[in-house]
């Protein structure tokens, strides 16, 4: 991403997920709170101001099925899927005993603001780029008290280490029964960096760590069905895919790191778990959950 400003892909995805629940396809896939935090999120600066305006021109309303062809066909709607199914995963954990979830490029998620309060037994840490999490941090002031168990890490990944940075964080309890979110993340990352990151979750953490996060399958494999142009539109951003990997590769790779996996999910199995009754439009598969636990 640029070294200065707030990752273009959080804005993409926040602005993507209110657009979805602004058009109330589904209803009750985005819940009247995230709408709410997430746009005031966005309100906070003048990019997501930018970005929340556009939600309502006619010509950008017009413009979402291009830019979805373009880029990640059903876009908008894998953002609402992909924030349920992690949202499902860390309430799951939670209710078997998790007590401190860490969200790994957390961008402009609403989910540890939204649970914090409610939980004040559970430990939410949001990391994020510096430039992204500068922008993040006063929105969350503005919108309310932040409880003590809510801290904003700011790590740089690409000059520093979660592993100085969380292990440094008087807020991280490393006895704690954790879960590490990673969203739409680990795809930025090299394969060797996917794999040290994995092994710094179990080096963190004295009880196993579980994980979940997403993966992309490979370009062109049967699942793929990215647009022409989200390549180019990522390296002008700044953040190029680096790594993806196919659903029958994640359990020898996880393993590989000392985690074991509990599911890899498709959109396919995904969408019916959060919709009921027929697609209406095209369902994005090159991105999928995986859930895994660490192993020692
Ligand atoms: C695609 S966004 C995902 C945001 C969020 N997980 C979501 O799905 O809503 C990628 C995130 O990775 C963060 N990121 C990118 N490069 C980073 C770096 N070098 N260090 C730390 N975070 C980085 C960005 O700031 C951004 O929030």
């Given at each position: ?99 401190q979830?860490v ?20 430990n939410f840490i ?22 003590d168990n809510l801290h904003l890490l ?12 969380l292990?440094g964080l008087s807020g991280f309890k ?123």
């Open positions: 991403m640029k070294e200065n400003e707030a990752s273009a892909t959080a804005y993409a995805v926040m602005q993507g997920l209110l657009h979805i629940g602004r058009a109330n396809t589904y209803p009750g896939l985005v819940s009247a709170e995230t709408m709410e935090t997430g746009t005031k999120i966005l309100s906070a600066s003048p990019e997501g101001r930018r970005r929340i305006a556009q939600l309502s021109s006619p010509l950008m309303k017009a413009a979402v099925p291009l830019i979805e062809w373009a880029t990640l066909p059903g876009l908008t709607l894998h953002y609402a899927l992909r924030k349920r199914y992690i949202e499902a995963a860390v309430r799951a954990a939670m209710a078997e005993g998790v007590t979830v969200n790994l490029g957390a961008g402009f998620d609403t989910l540890a603001w939204r649970l914090h309060l409610a939980h004040p037994e559970v949001e990391i994020d780029h510096p430039a992204t999490s500068g922008v993040k941090a006063p929105a969350l002031r503005q919108i309310g008290t932040m409880g700011e790590v740089d990944f690409t000059t520093q280490t979660l592993a100085d940075r292990g490393a006895d704690r029964p954790t879960m590490f979110v990673c969203e739409g993340v680990i795809t930025y990352l090299t394969r060797d960096e996917a794999g040290v990151l994995l092994q710094t979750l179990n080096d963190l953490c004295a009880v196993p760590p579980r994980l979940v996060c997403t993966c992309v399958v490979p370009a062109g494999s049967p699942d793929d069905n990215i647009g022409p142009f989200l390549g180019i539109y990522l390296k002008l951003k700044g953040e190029a895919l680096k790594w993806r990997i196919a659903h029958e590769d994640v359990g020898p790779f996880f393993a590989e790191h000392n985690f074991d996996i509990d599911e890899i999910a498709s959109p396919t199995v995904i969408k019916p778990r959060f919709i009921e009754g027929p697609l209406k439009g095209t369902l994005h598969r090159s991105e999928y959950g995986v859930i895994a636990r660490g192993v020692v």
